[in-house]
């Protein structure tokens, strides 16, 4: 089974927002759960979440935000 590589969220109060911690490489969810909570440990972490990076859908890229300036 091909890794894939998890993108890791997190929030260390209810108060603040979820922020992007970094990323894993991992065969599957559970496994992506596993390395996140163990990878990203340093923090008591109220709530952590793991994304498919491919399944991220950007709004646009830097390169694209370019483009429309230039028009």
Known sequence: M???VYEVFG???SEQELMHIGYVNAP???LAK???HTV???ENWIEL???KRED???VYHAEDKLNIKGN
């Open 40 to 42: 990203y440990n340093e």
């Open 56 to 58: 991220i859908i950007p």
């Open 49 to 51: 979440c793991v994304v």
């Open 2 to 4: 091909a890794e894939m």
């Open 11 to 13: 929030r260390i109060s």
């Open 28 to 30: 599957g969810v559970e």
């Open 34 to 36: 596993v390395y996140a």
